[in-house]
């Protein structure tokens, strides 16, 4: 996916420094050539041996010591790469670039650089709070460089709050999205519904079903990095909200089809990956229901079919996609569903499979469209099954009449 793609990893002195060891790791496995530049705090906590062994590239550390490649290394390898990621960036790093200070390798080669720049803070929560930190990050990005949220969760002091570095896995997805760009999307509005919904039962129950919500945002998350402005409207997911995107969150059916009527006439393709009850409880208890009740029949009414409303309730020249997830005759339930409610594209999979679909980070797709075509994804990531769904729906966007919206 990287190959040869030339990549300066930025490693500075922040207590998850090992965790650049997988991220430096992981480029390699896809091909990039990743060349680390490190701190001398960051060498206190990783030894440049390690980074040197996974890369196969000299570490560059000290400004003033014998240059080993180039003439004036800080300004050639920053001239070398494609693409400049620090991970982790401490707050003094980040404080550092905003402030255009060049005192070390990193920093100068940062200042040196006239490529993206991709900056990923990692540090105690209050530390990331502080106003000063968050004014730097909020300068950074003004003046172009990308920066990954940090993740909430345990703290290497034991604390929980926002501060985590992602995971490595998060990292270089960012990373291949950004070097593998298309823009082709730029302001094309586009809604996605995520996850599954609750139906509540009493108070504390409900009925809902196994999706994870990761094909809903994934889809999210590359329609925006190709350009699109997103509104996903998600069920109860644990995901983090993917950067850059609106998120609405809703629980029942009910407040999806809301959510989604809402915001339809505001968007140009529509997009229904969420997997919403189809049947809801009669009945809500108010309260909990009690087991000496004894054997207990819920009766089950149908909840709205919101793909086929916002397809009858579509304009010209608005593009509805819908998912089928099927666990027998899966083309077959999928072209009959895909007629019946008269939509642009189909994407079928099937959901009875363990190594796919519901609550894995895998999908094997085919995608149906009304003339009779179907294109078959091979079992990849979400992410790429993902980018060949919006591949088709620019397709379909250039043959369709713009409608204005
Ligand atoms: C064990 C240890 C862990 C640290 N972890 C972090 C961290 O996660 N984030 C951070 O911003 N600073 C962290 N610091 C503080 C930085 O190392 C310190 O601010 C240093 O000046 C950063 O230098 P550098 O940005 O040049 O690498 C840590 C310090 C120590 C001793």
């Known amino acids: 996916m990287l190959?040869?793609?030339?990549?300066?990893?930025?490693?500075t002195g922040g207590i998850a420094a090992y965790k650049a060891v997988e991220v430096a790791s992981r480029l390699r496995k896809l091909g990039a050539e990743v060349?680390?530049?490190?701190?001398?705090?960051?060498?206190?906590?990783?030894?440049?041996?390690?980074?040197?062994?996974?890369?196969?590239?000299?570490?560059y550390t000290e400004m003033f010591e014998e240059p080993r490649r180039w003439n004036v290394e800080h300004v050639e390898l920053a001239q070398w790469a494609e693409l400049v990621v620090v991970a982790p960036a401490t707050a003094n790093l980040l404080g550092k670039v905003a402030a255009g200070i060049a005192d070390d390798f990193l920093t100068t080669a940062i200042v040196a650089a006239d490529c993206p720049c991709l900056l990923v803070p990692a540090m105690n929560h209050r530390m990331y709070a502080n106003p000063v930190v968050q004014r730097n990050i909020r300068l950074?990005?003004?003046?172009?460089?990308?920066?990954?949220?940090?993740e909430h969760?345990?703290?290497?002091?034991?604390a929980v709050g926002k501060g985590r570095l992602p995971e490595p896995d998060r990292i270089v997805r960012r990373v291949v999205q950004m070097l593998t760009r298309r823009e082709d999307m730029?302001?094309?509005?586009?809604?996605?519904?995520?996850?599954?919904?609750?139906?509540?039962?009493?108070?504390?129950?409900?009925?809902?079903?196994?999706?994870?919500?990761?094909?809903?945002?994934?889809?999210?998350?590359?329609?925006?990095?190709?350009?699109?402005?997103?509104?996903?409207?998600?069920?109860?997911?644990?995901?983090?909200?993917?950067?850059?995107?609106?998120?609405?969150?809703?629980?029942?059916?009910?407040?999806?089809?809301?959510?989604?009527?809402?915001?339809?006439a505001w968007a140009r393709v529509v997009v229904a990956a969420a997997a919403v009850a189809d049947w809801r409880p009669v009945e809500v208890a108010k309260q909990k229901l009690k087991k000496e009740q004894g054997p207990l029949t819920i009766q089950l009414?149908?909840?709205?079919?919101?793909?086929?409303?916002?397809?009858?309730?579509?304009?010209?020249?608005?593009?509805?996609?819908?998912?089928?997830?099927?666990?027998?005759?899966?083309?077959?339930?999928?072209?009959?569903?895909?007629?019946?409610?008269?939509?642009?594209?189909?994407?079928?999979?099937?959901?009875?499979r363990p190594d796919v679909g519901f609550d894995s980070e895998f999908n094997e797709v085919w995608l149906l469209d009304p003339g009779g075509g179907c294109l078959h994804v091979p079992r990849c990531r979400k992410e790429e099954v993902a980018d060949r769904i919006w591949d088709r729906v620019v397709e379909l966007l250039a043959n369709a009449t713009p409608s204005g919206g």
């Open 301 to 352: 009414v149908p909840t709205v079919d919101i793909l086929a409303e916002v397809s009858q309730r579509r304009r010209p020249g608005q593009l509805v996609v819908g998912f089928a997830a099927e666990t027998e005759d899966v083309l077959a339930n999928a072209r009959a569903k895909l007629e019946r409610k008269g939509l642009d594209l189909m994407v079928a999979n099937n959901v009875g």
């Open 153 to 158: 969760g345990r703290l290497a002091s034991g």
């Open 140 to 150: 950074l990005r003004a003046l172009g460089y990308e920066i990954m949220e940090p």
């Open 3 to 11: 190959d040869g793609r030339k990549i300066m990893l930025g490693v």
């Open 186 to 264: 730029v302001g094309v509005r586009v809604l996605i519904t995520a996850g599954p919904t609750r139906e509540p039962l009493d108070p504390v129950r409900y009925l809902s079903n196994r999706s994870s919500g990761r094909m809903g945002y994934a889809l999210a998350e590359t329609a925006r990095a190709r350009g699109a402005e997103v509104v996903l409207i998600s069920g109860p997911t644990a995901l983090a909200a993917p950067e850059g995107v609106q998120l609405v969150r809703v629980v029942t059916a009910e407040e999806m089809r809301r959510a989604v009527l809402d915001h339809l």
């Open 35 to 59: 060349a680390v530049v490190m701190t001398r705090n960051a060498t206190r906590l990783v030894s440049p041996l390690t980074f040197r062994t996974i890369t196969g590239h000299p570490v």
